[in-house]
């Protein structure tokens, strides 16, 4: 069957370091990855998209990378800050699929001071 | 603010009844999305119009239905409320219809008693 996991647990990191989030998927073959970050109560908020045919995306603190043969999304946020701490969703973009996007469960970030 | 805007904010109805959710797309988006996110089943998508034309369409009950209006603006009319409706609704926008990021209104929060 096809799934799309992130981490179920929180992460709990402390203010500093590096915070991975994983996202797994299986039986699909996404044209692309995106990942969002929601707080509650809030709409998801769009952080990073990254295609098939790359292996790695930066913005300022935040990294994705993409391995389509692990079926695997990793997501780094260097220099943690509190005001990191949210949920983040991964998303995939499927072909022939237009805009619609599969959401991943979501990892909640908690990022003491 | 994404530039997408829901309305109503919460809704509280009582079984069996209709309700119409609202959305207004980010200035110069012509694809609207709508999702519903319930904490069992996370963000699920349910429809996608592009221009005023469905172009996909998720699980969505056949007691949901939606539309997009020629000034881009979008209704989820669902029917027939039961309990499990229950859930935060979330419209989305984009320019167009692939590889696009998407901007999330603040949703609304339907509660059926």
């Known amino acids: 069957s096809q799934k799309i996991e992130q981490n179920s647990e929180a992460l709990n990191i402390q203010e500093g370091k590096t915070a991975t989030l994983t996202c797994n998927y299986t039986?699909?073959?996404?044209?692309?990855l995106q990942w969002y970050r929601q707080d509650p109560g809030r709409g998801p908020v769009f952080l990073l998209l990254?295609?098939?045919?790359?292996k790695e995306k930066r913005k300022e603190r935040l990294k994705v990378t993409f391995d389509t043969t692990l079926k695997q999304s990793l997501f780094h946020i260097t220099a943690s800050q509190p005001a990191d701490s949210a949920t983040y969703l991964c998303a995939l973009g499927l072909y022939n699929q237009g805009g619609k996007l599969i959401f991943g469960q979501g990892t909640e970030l908690s990022v003491k001071p | 603010d994404s530039g997408v805007t829901q309305t109503p904010k919460h809704l509280i109805t009582a079984t069996g009844q209709r309700v119409t959710l609202r959305c207004s797309p980010r200035s110069g988006d012509l694809s609207v999305y709508w999702y519903q996110q319930s904490l069992d089943q996370g963000l699920q998508f349910l429809i996608h119009?592009?221009?005023?034309?469905?172009?996909a369409k998720g699980n969505i009950l056949e007691r949901f239905s939606a539309q997009q209006f020629p000034d881009l603006h979008s209704e989820l009319n669902l029917s027939s409320l039961e309990l499990g409706d229950s859930a935060l609704y979330f419209c989305?926008?984009?320019?167009?219809?692939?590889?696009?990021?998407?901007?999330f209104g603040s949703g609304t929060q339907l509660s059926v008693l």
């Open positions: 989305a926008s984009s320019v167009g219809t692939l590889n696009e990021k998407l901007f």
């Open positions: 119009y592009y221009n005023g034309e469905e172009r």
């Open positions: 039986n699909y073959s996404p044209a692309y």
């Open positions: 990254i295609r098939e045919n790359e």
